[in-house]
DNA sequence: GCCCAGGAGCCCG
DNA sequence: CGGGCTCATGGG
């Protein structure tokens, strides 16, 4: 039986119960996606699925490696479907460019082309430019030092790195506790009437930091959660009929269900309520 | 053809 | 400080 998120008034209350019906609805999720765990590299019939997830493995990143893919794929992914940002990554891998040494002696334009299919890619060429010559200044084991104010402070100052890319570089791939916030967390929150849907980055942020344990666990799977909700089910064109918040959600477009008897004719299948 | 996707920088009032 | 514009491919 879910807890439904409607019977808490407080915000703080909310907060804890939809990482509990969340987590209950869709398991632990197991970020950030590496490609060492895809099949799709291994198995080219898998175009298409990326399965480079690894559910109750908290010990991921293990090495400077695999913080290094993730660095990189949080700005592949940015505004940009996980499918798209991983063709691009795996195309990296396959030129054996997804290194540090290699990517340092690239030429943008070169880089620009081999992740083509993330979007943005004269973008995103130079923005990992940034971040490569940034790492050979500040190396991981550096980073790994600083108190996490210090390392946000750090990284926002890369061109090309913005508060939601800079938080999950600090959570996924150097496993420090920090919220990360994106479309998403506001869009899900906001329809389900706990925020807001314009406040501010920082603002949900800290909302988050107040309501939950500082846990690096916790933070990644409850981001992981909300994306894997909003992919889903609460998309912009939200599918309710299938959501678990269906029943408790104000921002719910509730669609009729299909009734075997005949409906009158100027009954439709689809009924959108919208409350202003 | 249109809309959308795990944002960020820049410019402008 | 907030809103609008630009960047761009690929899937539904």
Redesign the pocket.
């Known amino acids: 039986m879910l807890i439904q998120v409607k019977l808490d008034k407080t915000t703080e209350n909310s907060i804890l119960f939809l990482y509990k019906d969340l987590l209950k609805h869709f398991k632990t999720q197991g970020?950030?996606?590496l490609l060492r765990f895809s099949e799709e590299k291994v198995n080219p019939t898998n175009r298409?699925k990326y399965t480079g997830y690894h559910p109750n493995n908290y010990d991921i990143p293990e090495n400077q490696d695999d913080a290094f893919e993730i660095m990189v794929g949080?700005i592949l992914?940015?505004?940009?479907?996980?499918?798209?940002a991983e063709?691009a990554l795996n195309n990296l891998h396959n030129n054996q460019m997804l290194s540090l040494e290699k990517l340092e002696v690239i030429s943008a334009e070169t880089l620009a082309e081999l992740i083509?299919?993330s979007?943005?890619?004269?973008?995103k060429a130079k923005k990992i430019k940034n971040l490569v010559s940034f790492l050979n200044k500040n190396p991981i084991s550096l980073l790994n030092q600083l108190a996490i104010k210090d390392l946000r402070e750090k990284l926002l100052a890369i061109?090309?790195?913005?508060?939601?890319?800079?938080d999950?570089i600090i959570l996924?791939a150097l496993k420090q506790p920090i919220f990360v916030v994106?479309?998403?967390t506001k869009r899900l929150l906001g329809r389900l009437g706990v925020i807001k849907q314009?406040e501010?980055y920082d603002h949900v942020q800290t909302l988050f930091h107040q309501t939950l344990p500082q846990e690096t666990a916790l933070f990644n799977e409850y981001h992981a959660l909300i994306?894997q909700q909003c992919?889903h089910f609460c998309?912009?064109?939200p599918k309710c009929e299938k959501c678990l918040f269906r029943d408790s959600c104000p921002k719910k477009i509730l669609i009729k269900p299909k009734k075997k008897r005949v409906l009158k004719k100027s009954a439709k299948n689809e009924t959108i309520h919208k409350k202003k």
């Open positions: 970020w950030w996606p298409g949080a992914t940015q505004n940009t479907s996980w499918v798209n063709k083509r299919s979007g943005y890619y004269n973008q061109k090309g790195v913005g508060p939601e890319t800079a999950s996924y994106d479309a998403y314009t501010s994306v992919v998309t912009a064109k």
